[in-house]
């Protein structure tokens, strides 16, 4: 259990976080959002105890990061932003010295070096000391050191920042599969990444939390939560698209992309819209590439409440 | 303890992995060996000791100690490895210790490099040994309160220039301390008590009886404070402000 408790930061006049409280349990995997500067990193070094707090306060697994660090630490498994390292060591050494300040010892130790070895792909660069590896390499030796020593909870500062689509979808698999039996924050800015890990959401902007919630939760409060979007098959029809679909009662407003030739319709709150318009489609003669329901648009939402 | 240890290994191992081991300790010999022979007239006196090589040791250490202290912390800082240190289940201390130690036991090698002076005194006379160990002793502990201080500088920016420039100035300061370059500062206004005090912080006075081979427990337990309390004030200033 990760517990935040009225936790604020000031840096002189600054409110790097404002008063943030939340409770993350067993089998959540939680996505830190926020604009970059809103103070996510403040709240994780805060939670992995390298920065303390002004007031409030944090505890992991029921040990204060305060009163009770270094337990606390024994705990947490942490990915520091920019995932930093010292670039002079090869990386199996790196990851031996991890291992030693965690206390693993004799077969463990080996076992669990070679886990977190295979899992992250890094046996081809063991040898190789760390200012050599590209950006998706030194990340990865990043979360494998946040991870040797098992722990049950992980805190990763933007874990998947720099990597390629590859590299982020093996990430991204590998916390999923984590995620079972671990308790897991990571903050990312991006949002697909959201709904490929994340169970619950928190924004936070200019040190407070601003929403809290599943992504379905936060994409149902995008005004293209349930609208009908179509895409047609000759741009010549895109403004009788338009007065058909607006002449509907259930429909609030319409959105025109000459680009894409795209007509999207936004329903009235509450009102479902699908099938009206498929039918007026049909009734109309409009020739239809594509024709779809949308969930919400995250970053629309994101941009809404952050803004 | 045990984390002591695992930290004083991965600094020295990392010393060896750059170019720093080799460089500073080919300067820290080549410039002992100078001052020893042309400085301090190693031949010309005549006397089988390693005075002439004793007394420029605190010299060399002004510049070549907070040349080896500036990146203990500064660098941390600097490539932010101090947060993944930190946010280990490390007692500060054990990370100040460490890191001291490694510091100090690759001066204690540089140190015992010198050691062919020590045979060639050897072969040209008889020398009082027990004399030259003490004046080893004396050596290395004066590297230790050096370092303590440079450990201490090192931790206050994440700027190493900035590091060694503290370094040196405050080393000089506690060098000079018993003479009259310092004391002047303080004789115009300060009371007698505070200037007696701040002379018996010299660490040249205290030094030079040990080169002699006076071992005296007050001078031994004067670097021993001085590095305690130098190291001490490393970790309240990195407690105070980790994320500098």
């Not at chain 1, 722990?151 to 500062?157: A, H, Q, R, Y």
């Not at chain 2, 006379?125 to 004396?138: E, K, Q, R, T």
Request: proline share 4%; glycine share 8%; net charge neutral.
């Amino acid at each position: 259990m990760i517990k935040t408790d009225h936790l604020t930061k000031h840096y002189g006049q600054l409110k790097a976080v404002d008063d943030v409280s939340f409770q993350v349990g067993p089998g959540e995997v939680l996505g830190f959002l926020g604009p970059n500067g809103a103070g996510k990193t403040t709240t994780m070094r805060m939670l992995a105890g390298f920065v303390a707090p002004t007031s409030g306060s944090a505890s992991i697994c029921g040990h204060d990061v305060a009163t009770d660090a270094l337990a606390a630490k024994t705990a947490l498994g942490y990915l520091p932003e920019g995932a930093p390292s010292y670039g002079e060591m090869t990386v199996r050494r790196f990851l031996e010295f991890i291992a030693d300040l965690r206390g693993l010892e004799g077969a463990r130790r080996t076992a669990r070096l070679d886990h977190v070895i295979g899992n992250l792909h890094l046996a081809g660069v063991l040898g190789q000391t760390i200012d050599t590896l590209s950006k998706g390499f030194r990340r990865r030796v990043g979360l494998a050191q946040a991870i040797v020593h098992d722990p049950p909870v992980l805190i990763l500062d933007e874990p998947t920042d720099g990597l390629d689509p590859n590299q982020k979808h093996e990430v991204r698999t590998l916390i999923n599969d984590m995620a079972r039996e671990k308790i897991i924050v990571i903050s990312t800015h991006i949002l697909e990444e959201v709904d490929a890990v994340c169970t619950r959401a928190i924004i936070i902007a200019r040190g407070r939390i601003v929403a809290d919630d599943t992504p379905a939760g936060l994409a149902a409060r995008s005004r293209y939560h349930n609208a009908v979007s179509m895409q047609l098959a000759e741009a010549s029809q895109l403004e009788t698209a338009r007065a058909a679909v607006a002449s509907l009662p259930s429909v609030a407003a319409v959105e025109v992309s000459e680009r894409e030739a795209r007509v999207t319709a936004l329903p009235k709150p509450g009102a479902l819209i699908f099938a009206p318009v498929s039918e007026l489609a049909a009734r109309t003669g409009l020739k239809l590439k594509e024709l779809h329901l949308e969930a919400g648009r995250l970053d629309e939402v994101f941009r809404t409440i952050t803004a | 303890m045990h984390n002591v240890g695992i930290i004083t290994r991965r600094e020295l191992a990392s010393y060896f992995a750059t170019p720093l081991a080799y460089v500073f300790i080919l300067i820290f010999l080549v410039l002992a060996n100078a001052f020893t022979f042309y400085l301090g007239g190693f031949y010309e006196r005549g006397q089988a000791d390693l005075a002439p090589f004793f007394t420029f040791q605190p010299w060399l250490y002004l510049f070549l100690i907070p040349a080896l202290s500036m990146k203990l912390w500064a660098e941390e800082r600097k490539s932010g490895s101090i947060e993944l240190l930190m946010t280990q289940p490390v007692k500060l201390w054990d990370a100040v210790l460490g890191k001291f130690l490694a510091a100090w036991a690759f001066t204690a090698l540089a140190l015992g490099l010198t050691f062919p002076l020590w045979i060639t005194v050897n072969y040209l006379g008889s020398p009082d040994n027990g004399a030259i160990l003490a004046g080893y002793l004396g050596s290395l502990l004066l590297a230790g309160g050096f370092l303590a201080i440079g450990s201490c500088m090192s931790a206050l920016t994440r700027n190493q220039v900035v590091a060694f420039i503290l370094g040196v100035a405050v080393c000089f300061a506690f060098l000079l301390a018993g003479f009259p370059l310092v004391l002047d500062v303080f004789r115009s206004w300060a009371p007698q008590v505070l200037v007696d005090a701040i002379a018996s912080l010299s660490f040249l006075t205290h030094f030079e009886s040990i080169s002699k081979g006076v071992i005296d427990v007050r001078d031994l337990l004067y670097f021993v404070m001085l590095t305690g309390f130098f190291l001490l004030a490393t970790a309240v200033a990195l407690d105070l402000r980790k994320d500098l």
